[in-house]
């Protein structure tokens, strides 16, 4: 695992887009794992300049989204789909084909979360997978559990994490209760990972992520059995750790900007 410092959020955003601009360059047909929520908005905000600016082509690129919110529909304006479309699909050339993302009103959900698994299995799984991470240590919606074995699937949402996400809703009582999320199972199995965090209040949920037991009950501590993991991680959040969890492991892995 690579644990990058990043001195703001711009220059977290930055890094990471030049990583999946990397990708795509050098394999122009990637599958691109997608994530939404406040922290990945900086890095489609960058790869849409570099789009602008003729420096990145994604004519042949695919994406994968990881979750979206049931109930809601495409052009609700606080949807996974309308997020991506307006923070990002809308102003680059993935061709509209390529483009998948969970649909939240799917009459039959079940079905729904299969066939996502069985297009994900015929792109030939992800290449490289982008993902935040929720106060609860959710990585896309997969909550804390009893085991990592899940695949896409519907998934009720903690209270914690209705409470973070109201941010992007006039009130709790509007924020879903559901969601559907692609599992861990998918996400382990992507050739390269990219978290990014930002502001010090992940600093302690990354670090038990990141230094802690791996358990379900904390579903981003799996990614430390990932091969290729790469963490962006704004100087805030590892100021944080580093003052409550001195650790000689942690120093060990920070590759500092
Ligand atoms: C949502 C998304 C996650 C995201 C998390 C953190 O719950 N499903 O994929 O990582 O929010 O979001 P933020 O970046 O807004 O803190």
Redesign the pocket.
Known sequence: MKIISASDYGSMSRKAANIISAQVILFPDSVLGL??????SGIYRQLIDWYQKGDIDFSKTHTVN??EYCGLPSDNRQSYHYYMHSNFFDQVNIPEENINIPNGIAGDIDSECGRYDKLIAELGGIDLQI????NTG????NEPDESFDKTTHCVKLKEK?IE??SKFFESPDQVPKYAITVGIKAIMQAKKLLLVANGSEKAEILYRSLFGPITPSIPASILQLHPDVTVIATEDVLVQIRKNKPDAIFERVLRRD
């Open positions: 994530a939404t929520g406040a922290t990945p990881l979750d993902l935040g991470i929720g959710h990585i896309g919606f994490t973070a996400n």
